[in-house]
């Protein structure tokens, strides 16, 4: 699939509040790509040396589905205009899957990546169009 992984959202349209939902497999692949070479993102043997599980996923990486599902909601608006304001509480390793839900109410949105495989949250925050 290359550098793209497996990305799927889904979205609840009848509700007042949207719940908009994107799964992501975190990939050696994606992180190496998504990161510079040497270090715990991208080094299997500096990532170990630091004692980490495998590859870890950089937060904006695991982030990433959730702010797709907001440029898909409210386009150039957000680009211009919007802000993000996100956490990173949770380790994703290459090898993990993650689903990002996003709830929209109007112009406002609270965000939560969980990583599906350890079953703990990754990132939490809300965004304002």
Known sequence: MGLVGHLHADRDV????TEH???????????????RR????????TAEALGMPGLVAQGVQVAGPAYN???AEWG???LERGELDVRFVGMVVAGEAIEARVDID??????EVVN????RT???GSAKA
């Open 14 to 17: 009848g509700a007042l509040v």
């Open 106 to 111: 109007g112009r406002a949105a609270t965000i």
């Open 69 to 71: 599902l907001l440029l």
């Open 116 to 119: 599906t495989s350890a079953g």
């Open 76 to 78: 150039d608006d957000f």
């Open 21 to 35: 939902r994107a799964t992501l497999d975190v990939t050696e692949e994606l992180v190496r790509a998504y990161s």
């Open 122 to 124: 990754a990132v939490v």
């Open 38 to 45: 040497g270090n715990f993102h991208s080094d299997a043997e």
